[in-house]
């Protein structure tokens, strides 16, 4: 399976670049657990021995940690998502700062397939690691941390010292209409996103990650998350929600530098410079009432979304990425993407973009329903929420169609931290 | 990504077989969408292309439905599984006969990577298929069917009769010590467990299966996990469990027909001869404190299973396939495996073995305790429970020392029917 991860920023790629194996060994050995190297399908797999790596041969599965923006919001999303909302229980700043710094270090090493602290086996203590990881490849494992608005002023208490850096965007989102939040799947202090395509690699960084902040911090939600997985041919396909619609479709184009400065990375100048090169990330826990939608038409579930099912193409064109032509009418005269239909909502006037990254969820039976919860952790990222998500909930939350087929359980904002470079942190620019 | 499916039997072997990818086309358009097909890593992607596949290439990632046993039971062990428990509600003998036949052909269909029913795209009905996993690799999809003692007698009424042929093995298990058993994770009439490489084809096959029962069945419990993925550099290597213990070292050999019809198969003569070729399913949802195992001592963890972490090795040994030595005393005349360590009690005296194929499992947040809802779906099959899994638990229930860090909250077992061939349909042995 030949994967493709892509880097955020160029500053950061060690992509297609000549490496060491030796070094490679060394690294693993460092770590104490084998890292395994996924090398490209076509290449064949490398033999790790002491020769250094020929030209065209390239290191598939490891996205750097460090670099101008945090991984895990322009990377091309990896299968699995393990999703942590946690409150900070911390007594001082001093504290906080200190579990950021324990979490950028421990994460740079999950990231490259390492495990956490040494690995020296004493005995008589508890591990540093948890082990579930070992012998897993790095598996493109990106974590990404945010922060929420009442790190900054709780019930009006600074608690950190950090009131007078609150951007003013960091806030809980508005309640849209027909919104069903329950606090159990709301908000947080500080969320962990950690991506890869092994989910045991994800749980594994959220446990430990996690350990590492006891007396600091605790759970406040989790969640998992799957989603189509990137396939043999290594072909790139928009992946499939659980209504089986192609989801993503629109997306900004994460390769293009100056888009994602426009949409996505909140610039200096924006009103909190301590951010510029973060992004806002909102998070919507979306429940799918799969069993009403698959008594529905195919005809009701494309006018729905406004597309083609199996291909994708908005309704009246050809193909996926057809430029949606919102004045067409169908053979009745009616608009050929109807009126309330979710993609031409999401549309508006085509001035607001976010970058989506969501995963679906399936976690058993709803005791409630007896239906399948599952659905969708809508995550996107941009770099102004009153401009962009905001706005689009609303519309859609007015007036989108699929709203018959879906509810909003869950829902919280987190700015997400600017990158670092080797020997600062995440969070760095935040307190100092 | 190297996969090495196994097929359960001999006879139901399509691999290492010349394979007309004309052929292979033909079977992916009958069904409407792309049949990818994972080559080996090693002799590289094959192109679609009209031309004999030549000898050495392998299609690798169906598993076949059809054959002499269900797959699913001795095939090596794939990356997810979503598993269901269904309650019946057909109110006929015939209803379920049908639910079975229908079941059959969309499971068959599902495991070659094919659509349910047809995709003709009738716009006024709902779509056959859910559609989400359109275009993806058929993911090494298994679907097991087993049956629970209740469908034979319920209340002591015989609901589809059936209650002449109920095995006397198949009943609830006894209550063992510390049990902690929720209804909502116990029991069931049905289970079916699919497993694949990709989340979001188990899932799509559960759901359009049970979609299929509507009015004839419901869901009473369902279940996602996962476990360490295969790995690039295509070694086999035993997963680790979420206590970051390696978890199966001493299954047997699934290889071997003769020890799976000693172990596993259920044989003609054993008591329901309609169960022959089938097997005995146990299912135990074990919540793993992993909080508390993580502040343990690596030796009290160690001493926990009787085995080194690191290599998997019987304490005392070296290797993790060392055939440990239970005499053995370690410097201070203390047995080296304690007598309460988990391999110990499991091994008892070696007479009961038992197939395992335990999927970890993470749910997010236990809101009792604010600690992760995480452990094992632990899984496993045998041919006579009450020679072989209950013995062992029984043991383990009463002295394991990992009593300490896990609790059983729910119970199940199924009879998994034989398999069968094209043209019948699962569950014919126990309706003719």
């Known amino acids: 399976m030949e994967k493709k991860p892509q880097s955020s920023t160029e500053e950061s790629s060690i992509f297609d670049k000549k490496v060491s194996r030796r070094n490679v060994l060394k690294?693993?050995?460092?770590?104490?657990?084998?890292m395994l190297i996924g090398a490209s399908g076509i290449g064949g797999l490398l033999s790790l021995s002491d020769t250094t790596v020929t030209k065209g041969e390239t290191?598939?599965?490891?996205?750097p940690f460090y670099g101008k923006h945090q991984a895990g919001i322009t990377t091309e999303t990896q299968n699995h998502l393990y999703f942590a909302s946690l409150e900070v229980t911390a007594g001082s700043r001093e504290e906080l700062i200190q579990l950021f710094k324990d979490w950028t270090e421990a994460a740079a090493a999950m990231t490259e397939g390492k495990a956490v602290g040494d690995?020296?086996?004493?005995?008589?203590l508890p591990p540093k690691d948890t082990g579930e990881a070992a012998g897993l490849s790095p598996s493109n494992l990106t974590i990404t941390f945010g922060v929420g608005p009442e790190l900054f002023e709780k019930n009006g208490?600074?608690?950190?010292?950090?009131?007078?850096?609150k951007p003013k965007e960091l806030k809980d989102l508005p309640k849209f209409p027909l919104d069903s939040l329950e606090d159990k799947w709301n908000g947080g202090d500080i969320c962990i996103q950690a991506c890869a395509d092994d989910l045991q690699v994800s749980f594994h960084a959220i446990r430990n990650l996690v350990r590492i902040a006891r007396g600091k911090a605790v759970i406040h939600w989790a969640q998992t998350g799957f989603q189509r997985t990137k396939q043999a041919d290594s072909k790139k396909e928009t992946p499939r929600n659980l209504f089986g619609f192609k989801d993503g479709t629109v997306n900004p184009n994460v390769q293009k530098e100056t888009e994602m400065d426009q949409q996505v990375w909140i610039q200096s100048g924006d009103g909190a410079d301590w951010l510029a090169d973060g992004s806002y990330m909102v998070v919507r826990?979306?429940?799918?009432?799969?069993?009403v939608w698959d008594r529905s038409t195919l005809r009701d579930q494309e006018n729905t979304f406004g597309r083609h099912r199996d291909s994708g193409a908005p309704l009246g064109h050809k193909n996926e990425f057809d430029k949606a032509d919102y004045n067409k009418?169908?053979?009745?005269?009616?608009?050929?993407?109807p009126t309330n239909a979710h993609m031409r909502?999401?549309?508006g006037d085509g001035k607001q973009q976010i970058l989506r990254r969501a995963y679906s969820y399936a976690d058993g039976m709803d005791p409630q329903t007896g239906s399948f919860d599952a659905g969708l952790l809508f995550i996107c990222f941009q770099r102004n929420p009153e401009k962009q998500f905001i706005p689009m909930q609303q519309r859609l939350a007015k007036n989108d169609k699929l709203n018959e087929y879906t509810v909003h359980k869950g829902s919280a904002m987190f700015a997400c931290l600017p990158g670092t470079q080797k020997g600062g942190y995440i969070g760095d620019t935040l307190f100092s």
Chains 1, 2 share one sequence.
């Open 27 to 34: 690294t693993a050995g460092a770590g104490g657990v084998g």
């Open 59 to 63: 290191i598939k599965d490891v996205i």
């Open 119 to 124: 690995h020296s086996g004493n005995h008589f």
């Open 157 to 165: 208490k600074d608690r950190f010292g950090l009131k007078g850096k």
């Open 285 to 291: 826990r979306v429940q799918m009432y799969i069993e």
């Open 329 to 337: 009418k169908d053979e009745n005269g009616q608009p050929a993407i």
């Open 345 to 347: 909502l999401a549309h």
